[in-house]
């Protein structure tokens, strides 16, 4: 069963431990993560993005497999399954597919717009039970074609959109998706003290957790975040596994084509990345 993310994320935030949002692509990413939040006894977060969504034949079809996969592998820990970066129209496409959370991103629009969106995105939600995150600031790095350098939200705008009643709150300390460049510059801890200061307990999301330091995530981890999103490691791991399983030439011996074999290093490659955030986080056995 699917749950809202708000009490994993409350209790992660009175906790000092972040949840991780590991972002699923296909059936192996699913299964690897869901078996192995449930062996680390750890609530997670799935998130799709829209192009995932597309990718895998609409969100009714992931709602779908996700909830007869906890079925199927008797997941008893909390799962949330969550829109990422969602447009204003995904986002009713996704409260209607069944998922449990979902993501406004409405940090494109004027402040005044992305407030209103989000006041009413704020009372659907509220009504079925489903958490809401907001986002404040641009986040860097390329995410469905916009490119962004990793600005910094401002506090004040980040209490005006806590204060709307969102769930969980996504704001822009620095970082970016993807891979970090060579010139970065790193967390703004300072941007992140003043807006943990003044939203209060409302638990922050930090995007891009691939490729940040852990005296980092740890420091981030400390001032509030208590959400923290991986994407591109798990791919990275996984195209890396697969990468060296050809390379050695199995997928030539016996029945090493078969994609039960072929994609299986992957899967474990997956399994070992989230199983380190995971620790990194701190949310083991905090189901």
Partial sequence: MLVSAKEMLTKAKAGHYAVGQFNINNLEWTKAILQTAQELNSPVILGVSEGAGKYMCGFKTVADMVKDMIDELKITVPVALHLDHGTYEA??????????SIMFDGSHYPIEENVEKTTELVKVC???GLSLEAEVGAIGGEEDGVIGMGECADPDECKMIADLGVTMLAAGIGNIHGKYPAN?????FDTLAAISDKVGAMPLVLHGGTG???DMIKRAISL???????????????AAAVR????????????????????AP????????VREKMELFGSVGKA
């Fill in 184 to 188: 970065w510059q790193g967390l703004s």
């Fill in 212 to 214: 940040i330091p852990e």
């Fill in 126 to 128: 509220a009504e079925k």
């Fill in 91 to 100: 986002c009713y496409k996704c409260i209607d597919a069944g998922f449990s």
């Fill in 266 to 273: 992957g899967v474990e490659a997956i399994k070992a990345t």
């Fill in 224 to 238: 509030g975040v208590s959400k923290i999103n991986v994407n591109t490691e798990c791919q990275l791991a996984f």
């Fill in 244 to 263: 060296k399983y050809v390379e050695e030439g199995k997928d030539l011996s016996g029945k090493g084509f078969d994609p039960r074999k072929l994609l």
